[in-house]
């Protein structure tokens, strides 16, 4: 199954990642409630799936694998269709059965369902916390699970450690029949995209975006109102997405977090982030607030 670019998503919450696109195909559920038996394996390289190919397009392993013998015990992490699925990351190195074939999460046009896609988003978020909760942040010492949750004890301290969700504002800019665009020095070469940012201490998420505008690109803006959110899970983030308008100030690239930014029509945009993206959700929803 392809998802395409052409691939329409009404709201934020239809976004890729978030639950709703996989909630019809998988239920998450707690580690300590697998139920035992056969199953699905999410298989997770890098930032990439392990699929196999099956009649109706890819889908996920099942059975034995010579992977399966990893020092990392596999995670039950929920029902995908109706079957047990568990977790296992497989290290960059690994040598692939050739019947394993590598999905990236960020492909432009992925090859695998938006369910899929999206609940393996969910895989990676799981393993950046399991990765980095082996140990507590209080002590240093081991830790180990609650019994039914996804946070964990610390032996020593007694110390109780949740997922830690990140989040981060992106916002789209508008001035008069403009919106701002903004790239990145790693991104490839010609795409754009909006300006977003971590949320700093005692901020709320408009006091991050309107900080985050000034320091990146000179730019004061106003009247920012929230759009909408998405699960970002690269590696735990969640993208809270804005609206504002244009307060004063000329494009000056002032922390040397970007390449370029620029103010761009509708119709002279350049290469913009895929429509899985809440960037693009974002601006291809700029015609509703530009003024002539």
């Known amino acids: 199954m392809k998802m395409s670019l052409g691939e329409n998503f009404p709201t934020p919450v239809d976004l890729p990642f978030n639950r709703a696109s996989f909630e019809r195909d998988f239920q998450l559920d707690l580690p300590d409630r697998d139920p035992g038996g ?3 394996w999410l298989l997770l390289c890098g930032q990439s799936l392990l699929v196999v190919e099956g009649e109706d397009g890819f889908c996920l392993p099942e059975g034995e694998s010579r992977l399966l013998t ?16 568990r977790l296992l990351p497989v290290p960059d190195s690994a040598d692939l059965p050739p019947q394993l074939y590598p999905q990236p999460l960020r492909a432009i046009e992925p090859k695998i369902s938006v369910a ?17 909760s082996r140990r507590c ?16 004890e610390c032996l020593t301290c007694k110390t109780h450690h949740f997922p830690r969700i990140h989040p981060c ?20 070469d010609g795409r754009y995209s909006l300006v977003a940012g971590f949320v700093e201490f005692g901020e709320c998420l408009e006091e991050a975006m309107k900080r985050e505008v000034l320091e990146e690109t000179g730019i004061a803006i106003t009247n920012i109102r929230y759009l909408g959110s998405q699960s970002w899970p690269f590696p735990s983030q969640l ?14 690239l002032r922390d040397n977090e970007l390449a ?4 761009c029509s509708l119709d002279r945009l350049p290469t913009l982030p895929p429509k899985r ?3 693009r959700h974002l601006i291809d929803r700029a015609g509703e607030f530009l003024t002539a």
């Open 38 to 40: 056969p199953g699905v």
């Open 277 to 279: 993206s809440i960037a």
């Open 169 to 188: 504002v992106i916002g789209l800019v508008v001035k008069g029949d403009e919106i701002l665009l903004a790239r990145k020095p790693e991104w490839a």
């Open 137 to 152: 942040g209080t002590c240093g010492e081991k830790m180990v699970r609650l019994p039914g949750e996804w946070g964990k």
């Open 260 to 263: 370029d930014a620029m103010w």
């Open 239 to 252: 993208m809270c997405g804005f609206v504002a308008d244009y307060a004063g100030g000329e494009i000056e």
């Open 70 to 85: 990893s020092s990392v015990p596999p995670l039950y992490i929920g029902q995908w269709q109706g079957r047990p699925c």
């Open 116 to 132: 899929m896609l999206s609940m393996a988003g969910v895989g990676q978020m799981i393993l950046h916390w399991e990765q980095n």
